[in-house]
């Protein structure tokens, strides 16, 4: 009974397990042949936004007999560009099978931020302080709070830049908002000076200061100035910083009437013009009686250099001399380092003439006459600025046609300077001297000069608006 059992049990057990093995066996076989075809590594893909994707690498494996040429890939779907989901399909033995693929953006955007200093009042632009964001989609720049700008004192702040995916990045940088109540400056004031008609720059020379402001603003008001007209006139000007304070200038401008002096030619009339340059000194009252002695006139070009002998200027004017002007510091360095300079040492002999003979003479000589080209040494092409500036401004210059080359060194012997005086033959003659405490000599040669031309019959002039104008040339 008992061994009957058991024997029962067993044929059970051996029944159950064959029935196992077949449901194994039949399972497997499904499972075989219901397999896909392809494998994918991963059932949803993440791809990082602008990179490239490459559909046949998410392929694990591809079961059967088949080869990767075998399955047709469509990924035109996906848009790299844009963030979403997206599917590719790959398509084996009438088989569709999606893959889905997400375009993501994972990285946080970065930028460069940057500390404000501004006055109270200024508006906030957070565009002020985040600068060069890098990020791979759209960007906005945020304050992290709301914060009170409306206040004066250094504050810490956060800034947000987030991206489309909502990345964020946050940095902290300093406001420093200031009270500013200093008006700016405007330096730079010097008069101006036009010709009639002529172009001007207001803000020549001008420079505007402030102590916060790195910019300040600078207005002109011109309508006090008729540029059709001459005469002086003030020009305003309203510098403003950015915290709205103000501050009002003006200078002058002087329109200048436009008659340009003309050269003019040599005529056929026997004329010698006598000049002396660089006094007065304590010669000129000697060149003055001996011209007197003769009843001949001549021409003084004076400087600043003697003034304890400014007496002699207003006597030889009066006794029927010309005055012109020679400079005043008769310096090259000086006068010649601008157009500026220049006219404003000529400006400076002018005010000085005109206290001994009460007007300013328009006749001028420059150091070294027109054709130097010391002045190169000091601002190149000078000189031709100069020449046709002097005229515009109603001057004319005079150089010289005959030289006693007492400027050759000092006291030159008298029959040197005698001989060099007498030789020209020209119809119309102007004679280059010098008036100083070192050229004795030319004072002891002038008797013989001026009896020479006497004798040949010249009429001894000052010059005047008539006088034939000797122009050597520029060389500068
Ligand atoms: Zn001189």
């Known amino acids: 009974m008992k061994l009957r059992l058991k024997k029962n049990i067993k044929k059970s057990l051996l029944i159950f397990a064959g029935i196992f093995i077949v449901i194994i066996v039949a399972f497997s076989a499904f499972k075989m ?73 994972t990285q946080k955007p970065e930028y460069k931020t940057k500390n404000l200093d501004i006055d109270l009042g200024m508006k906030v632009d957070i565009s002020d302080i985040v600068s060069d964001i890098q990020d791979q989609t759209k960007t906005k720049a945020y304050f992290k709070k709301d914060y009170d700008f409306n206040k004066e004192g250094n504050q810490k702040v956060w800034v947000v830049v987030e991206d489309e995916a909502g990345n964020k990045t946050e940095k902290e940088v300093e406001v420093n908002i200031v009270k500013d109540e200093e008006k700016p400056e405007l330096t730079g004031l010097h008069d101006l000076t036009v010709k009639v008609n002529g172009e001007v720059d207001y803000l020549s020379g001008l420079t505007a200061k402030d102590n916060r402001d790195p910019d300040p603003q600078i207005e002109v008001d011109s309508s006090q100035v008729d540029l059709s007209k001459a005469g002086t006139y003030t020009v305003k000007y309203t510098v403003k910083d950015r915290s709205g304070n103000e501050n009002v200038f003006s200078r002058q401008i002087k329109v200048l009437k436009k008659v340009v002096t003309k050269a003019v030619p040599s005529s056929e009339e026997k004329i010698i013009y006598l000049t002396f340059d660089d006094g007065p000194s304590e010669n000129t009252k000697k060149i003055i009686d001996i011209l007197d002695k003769y009843n001949v006139k001549a021409t003084f070009f004076v400087t600043g250099n003697g003034q304890k002998y400014n007496k002699y200027i207003k006597e030889a004017y009066e006794k029927g001399h010309t005055i012109g002007l020679h400079t005043y510091s008769h310096n090259y360095k000086e006068v010649y380092s601008s157009m500026d300079a220049y006219f404003d040492d000529l400006n400076k002999i002018g005010q000085m003439v005109k206290e001994q003979i009460g007007f300013v003479p328009k006749y001028i000589r420059f150091p070294g006459g027109s054709s130097n080209t010391k002045s190169a040494k000091y601002s190149k092409g000078l000189m031709t600025t100069l020449v046709s500036e002097v005229q515009n401004r109603g001057y004319q210059y005079y150089d010289w046609n005959a030289d006693s080359t007492d400027a050759a060194g000092n006291n030159r012997p ?17 004679l280059l001297m010098h008036d100083t405490a070192a050229k004795s000599t030319t004072v002891e040669a002038l008797p013989k000069i001026i009896e020479h031309y006497q004798k040949l019959g010249y009429t001894f002039k000052g010059i005047d608006d008539t006088s034939f104008t000797p122009h050597h040339g520029v060389n500068n």
């Open 33 to 105: 042949l219901n397999k896909p075809l392809i494998q994918f590594k991963k059932d949803y893909v993440k791809v990082e936004i602008n990179e490239s994707i490459d559909p046949a690498s998410y392929i694990e494996k591809i079961n059967g007999k088949y080869q990767l040429s075998d399955i047709q890939i469509d990924s035109s779907q996906v848009d790299i560009k844009k963030l979403g989901q997206y599917q590719i399909k790959y398509t084996l033995k009438d088989k569709e099978y999606d893959l889905p693929v997400e375009v993501v953006d």
């Open 414 to 430: 008298v029959s040197v300077i005698v001989k060099n005086a007498t030789q020209s033959k020209a119809k119309n003659i102007n």
